[in-house]
C-alpha cells in the first residue's frame, strides 16, 4: 500500500527521525561510562601520536627569569628549534649569529643530533606511558559541559569535563606512572573526536617519580596542559603550564615555573630532515626580522 504524505506530516514525520536519532546518539554517550569515555580518547591520543604529519610553530616560554620565544619545525628527524626573542624583543645581532651557528653544528654532528634524537624519543615514550594509564590510574566524576575554542579543543565543540582523583586500587607499574598515584583535578573531552582538550592536577600529597633522575615532586605542584585542533585535522599541544618543586637524585633541589604557550601553527613538509628544517627556520627568521625591521621604519611593503 502506497502512502502520501502531505506538506505538514511530512515534516512532523521529519522532526520526529530527527529527534529519534538524536536520543539515540545521547543515549548512547550515557551508556559510555566517563571511563571509557577515558580509555577511548587515550586510544585515539596514542594512535594519533604515531602520526607521521609535520608542523612549524611558535614557542614562547616565560619564567620567572624572563621569556624566550623560538621558532619550530618537526622534522624526519626530530625538532629543531630557533631562538628568536628574548623578553618579546628581537635578538641581538651578535646573539642571533650565536644561534644560527648552534644550529649548524648541530647538523655538522651526527653524534650531538642522535643524542638529541634519544632524548626526544625517550620523552616521547614516556609521556606516552603516563597517557596510557590514565583510564586505570584515576575515577572519574561528571562535571557539566564546556564550549571549545581555538585553542582549548575544538572552536564552538561541546567538551566533556570530567574530575578526577587517584584510583586507590592503581598499582603503577614503573616509577614513570608513579606521579599519577597522588593527583587530582579536572580533564575536557571531545566526545565527538574522543581528544583531550585540557588536563589540570595538583598533587595532593608527595610523590615519587623517575624520568631518569630519581627524586620526588612536592605535595602542591601544580600542572595544565592544553591542546586543539590548531589546523583542520590535526591537533598540536597549545599551552603548558608547570608550578612544581621538589629533590632530584635526593639532593639536588627542584623548582620548575613556566608557562608554555604554542601558536602560529603551519603544515611543515613530512619528508623533511634535520638540515633541511634548519634551512627552512634560518628562511623564516629571517623574514621575521626583515618584517621587523620594515616595522621600524614606517615602511611596511
Not at 638529541?116 to 557539566?144: H, M, N
Request: proline share 5%; with cysteine; charged share 25%.
Amino acid at each position: 500500500m502506497k502512502v502520501t504524505l502531505s506538506g505538514t506530516e511530512l515534516a512532523a514525520t521529519l522532526v520526529v527521525v530527527i529527534v529519534s536519532a538524536a536520543s539515540a546518539v545521547a543515549a548512547q554517550q550515557i551508556a559510555e561510562s566517563p571511563t571509557e569515555l577515558v580509555r577511548r580518547t587515550v586510544q585515539r591520543e596514542v594512535a594519533a601520536s604515531e602520526a607521521d604529519a609535520k608542523v612549524m610553530f611558535l614557542d614562547r616560554k616565560e619564567t620567572p627569569h624572563g621569556s624566550q620565544t623560538k621558532l619550530i619545525v618537526e622534522t624526519r628527524e626530530g625538532m629543531a628549534g630557533m631562538v628568536i626573542a628574548a623578553n618579546d624583543q628581537p635578538l641581538p645581532e651578535e646573539q642571533r649569529r650565536a644561534e644560527i651557528a648552534r644550529l649548524a653544528g648541530m647538523v655538522n654532528n651526527p653524534e650531538r643530533l642522535n643524542k638529541k634524537q634519544k632524548s626526544e624519543k625517550e620523552d616521547a615514550e614516556r609521556i606516552t606511558r603516563i597517557v596510557k594509564a590514565l583510564p586505570d590510574a584515576f575515577l572519574y566524576e561528571p562535571d557539566g559541559t564546556e564550549v571549545g575554542s581555538q585553542e582549548i579543543g575544538k572552536a564552538g565543540a561541546e567538551l566533556i569535563r570530567l574530575m578526577f582523583h587517584p584510583n586507590p586500587k592503581y598499582s603503577p607499574p614503573s616509577r614513570v606512572e608513579q606521579v599519577l598515584t597522588g593527583m587530582r583535578g579536572c580533564i575536557l573531552i571531545d566526545a565527538s573526536q574522543h581528544r583531550i582538550a585540557k588536563i589540570d592536577g595538583t598533587l595532593l600529597k608527595d610523590v615519587s617519580f623517575g624520568w631518569g633522575l630519581f627524586g620526588h615532586l612536592d605535595q602542591g605542584g601544580h600542572f595544565l596542559v592544553e591542546q586543539g585542533e590548531v589546523i583542520p585535522g590535526d591537533w598540536e599541544l597549545t599551552r603548558m603550564s608547570l608550578s612544581l618543586t621538589g629533590r632530584v637524585l635526593l639532593f639536588k633541589s627542584l623548582n620548575i615555573k613556566s608557562d608554555e604557550v604554542f601558536s602560529n601553527f603551519r603544515t611543515a613538509p613530512a619528508d623533511m630532515n634535520f638540515a633541511q628544517g634548519v634551512e627552512l627556520l634560518k628562511k623564516q627568521e629571517a623574514e621575521l626580522v626583515e618584517k621587523q625591521q620594515k616595522a621600524e621604519t614606517g615602511n611596511p611593503k
